[in-house]
């Protein structure tokens, strides 16, 4: 904008940005133990849930002691665990791993549920709005706010009613500044306000850890005929359609009412720059095994996002002067067990604690790492950086790591994901073997219609691109635009530019929040920023 605007500014005690299970279960807890502490929880969807998406199998222990209730009075999705089934996939067929290693190992689903976070997180807040938490879907914080002392002193909702070129419009409202004695980052996987702050305040290298590293998950909720779905069936597979040098895997859960949920993970650490992980996925439901499933079923909803898989080595300092982050924003999600639900409510839980009983945020960091939650990370530490030496060396590490709990006298590295990606010459593509398909959806932008998104075309685009002539310059030659292979809703497109060349387009209103692009760019120059608040997704019970 032109000029400095002034700003409404809010107080609190306690300011939580993101109303996903890491912040409501802090906020949840710092009220169950401190009632007069004044706290806010913002949420950048239309409605707390909107931009929920996971596997998602919980594992009810953490949730159980925060609210022992919740068995009884929850009447969302719960399908209790039935039966696990793993398997490597070939592309034809498939071998089932034993049960014995199954049930020795982290993806054993004995007592765990399927639910639906979507579902879950609406009825945590409404726990915490009978607490006296204020809840505030629709505002996106989009900056830091600090004080004199470069301590971090709140957050700056975004502003609304801004033109495509940033400048206000008729309907302009400069979003408000909230300060708060603390506050809590839980924005999720590569969360726009944690990538600051771990920059501003060194927290990586203040205990020395690895780069992040992320998995590009999809999820799809299909109604299916009668007599197809054995509900609280769960099953994982790896192997084809990827190949071995590539980390990823499908999950298929079994829900009640004919439905289930079929969905595919990527690591972004791949290599190819032609992999599409959207098309590995669709690959996957029509293997011979899976389609038989799924056909004449119908896709009720779709969503895509990324899954923070760099665990122990990759956690950044989670505290700081004013402030501390939870949950997926930090890193806690269990990348072998394939689940970070349990994780982030232990890590929302443990910060609620922390500050009731210090009231400050220093400190929290080493509180995290001689906890139960941390522990769980450092047993499985291994299995994810495995793979980047095969599919099969990675079989062996599990199994390995499953036996002997991490007890192991190494630890595997993680590097930042794009500079796995290797150029055009230097890579020859394997042959998939991929098949012609025959299921929906038929693209990525018909896939796009089932996450619901609402977006405001004329709103700045928020994805921001430093130099786009990289794109039709040394992008095109060097990796083949790969923006347009790795993002799951088709935003970006390299168009003709009516000179004889061609120019990059970002079709903002497709964008499911998923920060593949902030992950994966060769040349680190896309940003993901939060758009409007209440734009984006909105999923429908996944």
């Not at 904008?1 to 107080?11: F, G, L, P």
């Not at 443990?350 to 509180?367: I, P």
């Not at 398909?437 to 921001?464: C, M």
Request: aromatic letters at 8%.
């Amino acid at each position: 904008m032109s000029e400095a605007i002034e700003r409404e500014v809010m107080e609190y005690d306690v300011v939580i940005v993101g109303a996903g299970p890491a912040g409501l279960a802090c906020a949840i807890r710092l009220k169950q133990l401190k009632s007069d502490l004044n706290i806010c929880v913002l949420e950048k969807a239309s409605a707390v849930g909107a931009h929920s998406l996971s596997g998602a199998v919980l594992e009810p222990a953490p949730l159980e002691k925060l609210l022992p209730e919740w068995r009884a009075e929850y009447t969302g999705m719960k399908v209790p665990a039935a039966e696990d089934d793993v398997r490597l996939m070939t592309k034809t067929g498939s071998y089932k791993l034993p049960n014995w290693a199954v049930n020795l190992s982290p993806m054993n689903n004995h007592g765990n549920f399927i639910i639906s976070l979507g579902q879950l997180t609406p009825w945590l807040a409404q726990k915490a709005e009978a607490l006296g938490v204020d809840i505030f879907p629709g505002y996106a914080a989009a900056a830091v706010v600090y004080d004199d002392n470069g301590a971090v002193k709140g957050v700056q909702i975004g502003d609304m009613g801004l033109e495509r070129n940033g400048e206000p419009g008729p309907n302009f409202t400069p979003g408000i500044e909230i300060h708060a004695g603390t506050t809590v980052i839980a924005e999720g996987s590569r969360g726009s306000l944690a990538k600051q702050l771990i920059k501003q305040f060194d927290l990586r290298e203040k205990v020395k850890a690895d780069p992040p590293t992320f998995g590009l998950g999809f999820k799809e909720l299909w109604q299916l005929p009668p007599g197809r779905v054995t509900p609280g069936r769960i099953e994982h597979a790896f192997g084809w359609p990827l190949d071995t040098k590539t980390y990823g895997g499908s999950f298929l859960y079994h829900l009640d009412g004919d439905r289930v949920y079929v969905g595919y993970v990527v690591g972004l650490n791949y290599k190819d720059p032609r992999l599409k992980p959207f098309e590995a996925f669709q690959q996957f439901k029509n293997h011979p095994r899976i389609e038989p499933l799924l056909e004449g079923g119908e896709i009720l909803s779709a969503g895509a996002r990324t899954i923070a898989a760099g665990g122990y080595q990759s956690l950044p300092q989670l505290d700081m002067p004013g402030a501390l982050i939870v949950g997926d924003a930090g890193g806690t999600l269990n990348v072998f067990k394939i689940k970070g639900i349990h994780q982030a409510i232990r890590s929302g839980v443990l910060a609620a604690e922390h500050l009731a009983e210090k009231g400050r945020s220093e400190g929290f960091d080493a509180r995290w790492r001689a906890s139960d939650g941390h522990a769980e990370l450092r047993s499985v530490r291994n299995f994810k950086p495995a793979f980047k030496k095969g599919l099969y060396f990675a079989m062996a590490n599990g199994g390995l790591e499953s036996l002997l709990k991490g007890h192991v006298p190494w630890t595997l590295k993680n590097t930042p994901d794009w500079s796995a990606l290797e150029k055009l010459g230097d890579y020859a593509s394997p042959d998939r073997q991929w098949i012609d398909r025959t299921l929906p959806p038929r693209d990525r932008l018909a896939s796009v219609f089932f996450a619901g998104n609402v977006h405001d075309e004329a709103q700045p685009i928020h994805l921001k691109v430093a130099d786009t002539s990289i794109c039709a310059t040394r992008c095109v030659v060097e990796y083949g635009n790969p923006c347009e292979n790795f993002c799951p809703a088709g935003v970006y497109e390299m168009v003709p530019d009516g000179a004889g060349g061609k120019r990059l387009q970002i079709n903002s209103a497709n964008c499911v929040h998923c920060k593949a692009c902030d992950i994966k760019d060769p040349y680190e120059i896309i940003t993901w920023t939060t758009p409007e608040g209440g734009s984006g997704p909105n999923y429908q019970n996944l």
